[in-house]
């Protein structure tokens, strides 16, 4: 591809996508590229929208025990963060060094702690995306239940990019 671009919040992803869909420009979202599938491998001349700038860990709740971040957060980064804070996250992966949490929640990633935390539909409390359109949607909940309306995170967790390119994620984290 001829094109990578590396947005460094929600609005930039927003206006990236809007812009591509009105020209009919298809977009291949990356994370981390630790991807075995080639899911985040461009097949034809795709935009590339890199999350590699999105990196921020916004919030640590210790006494709910919740982290909110963007999307390209790398696994091992936030654990660390979170280890300070006597948390962990809920998942661990061979490419925890690399990976980012955006495409964790994207492929619905296992790891070695699954059978233990299980899944991220149970870990993941809320998710912000950008649709093709450029339509952000909003379900970045760090309530644990919540029953007002449709529980649409779990549309995002494991879509693969193909519904919408995830930008932040709430996820519960254990105590160490």
Do not use: W
Request: proline letters at 3%; hydrophobic letters at 35%; one cysteine or more.
């Amino acid at each position: 591809s001829r094109c990578v671009l590396k947005p460094r919040d929600t609005h930039e992803v927003a206006g990236i996508l809007a812009h591509c869909g009105s020209r009919g420009l298809a977009v291949c979202p990356q994370g981390g590229n630790t991807g075995l599938v080639g899911g985040s491998v461009p097949v034809f001349d795709e935009v590339i929208v890199s999350t590699q700038l999105m990196n921020k860990i916004e919030n640590i709740d210790t006494s709910s025990g919740v982290a909110v971040c963007q999307s390209g957060v790398v696994l091992e980064q936030l654990d660390r963060s979170l280890a300070d804070q006597g948390l962990m996250v809920p998942l661990d992966l061979g490419a925890k060094g690399s990976c980012h949490i955006g495409g964790n929640v994207s492929t619905n990633a296992g790891g070695l702690r699954l059978l233990r935390y299980g899944s991220l539909h149970g870990s993941v409390l809320g998710v912000e995306a950008v649709l093709a359109s450029g339509e952000v949607v909003d379900c970045l909940s760090s309530m644990k239940k919540d029953n007002t309306g449709y529980d649409l995170k779990h549309l995002f967790i494991g879509s693969e990019g193909t519904l919408g390119l995830v930008t932040r994620v709430s996820i519960a984290c254990p105590t160490r």
